[in-house]
């Protein structure tokens, strides 16, 4: 398996402007997580999805962020419309569905997110 | 609030020497308790897992070991090398689930 694919790799966008990430998370892994890091703030989580169902969006700062899940095979986050301050490094991650913490996670390698 | 505390400070030591990290934490009753390291550019990549009941757990020259009452957790990593320089972040269940909630990370350099 190659892992869990995002992209791009690198986005630079103009304040205001949509922005579109997407994710690839391994086959057979039923649970998908949108993390955000940032220096200041660390590691944050943004959305769980369980089976393609979004369960925990309490991490999404704002309405202009969304995120889906249409298959098991790929999940896309959206800024409309995109800030300064939304930049940061956008990590998408997979493991197997567990609600007894046997698996840790697989990352992707990251999308870098510029806004200016 | 749940806070999880790791040094932010970088910790520099010599090659073949032991690391220690260290994370604690407040407000949390973890059924268990995860390890990662990052490298720069890189997502973070999952190390080890220790749940309540175990005291220490090891896998190669990587031991941790978890102190619920203590609420903390210490990372060793033994005859260390300068490959080992990276970032080390610990992560807690948020709650039942499996979401995590990373540590903000220590920064390990090992030199030569």
């Known amino acids: 398996d190659a892992g869990v694919i995002q992209s791009p790799r690198h986005e630079v966008t103009e304040m205001g402007q949509e922005v579109t990430l997407r994710c690839k998370p391994i086959?057979?892994?039923?649970?998908l997580f949108w993390y955000r890091q940032t220096m200041m703030r660390g590691l944050e989580l943004l959305i769980y999805?369980?089976?393609?169902?979004?369960?925990?969006d309490s991490g999404m700062p704002e309405d202009r962020f969304s995120a889906k899940m249409p298959n098991a095979s790929f999940s896309t986050l959206k800024i409309q419309p995109s800030e300064p301050r939304d930049s940061a490094v956008y990590f998408c991650?997979?493991?197997?569905?567990?609600?007894?913490?046997?698996?840790?996670?697989?990352f992707g390698s990251g999308t870098r997110l510029t806004v200016v | 609030s749940q806070k999880i505390e790791q040094n932010s400070e970088a910790l520099n030591i010599q090659e073949g020497k032991t690391a220690t990290l260290t994370c604690n934490y407040t407000?949390?009753?973890?059924?268990?308790l995860q390890w990662y390291r990052q490298d720069p550019g890189r997502g973070p990549v999952f190390l080890l897992l220790i749940r309540e009941n175990e005291k220490e757990k090891r896998k190669e020259r990587l031991k941790v070991t978890f102190d619920t009452t203590l609420k903390q957790s210490l990372f060793h990593i033994t005859a260390s090398q300068p490959a080992d320089s990276a970032t080390y972040l610990c992560?807690?269940?948020?709650?039942?689930?499996?979401?995590?909630?990373f540590g903000g990370g220590t920064r390990l350099m090992v030199k030569p």
């Open positions: 999805f369980n089976n393609n169902v979004p369960i925990d």
């Open positions: 992560a807690l269940p948020r709650n039942a689930g499996n979401m995590l909630t």
């Open positions: 991650a997979s493991s197997p569905a567990d609600a007894g913490g046997r698996y840790g996670y697989t």
């Open positions: 086959s057979g892994h039923n649970s």
């Open positions: 407000n949390y009753s973890p059924a268990y």
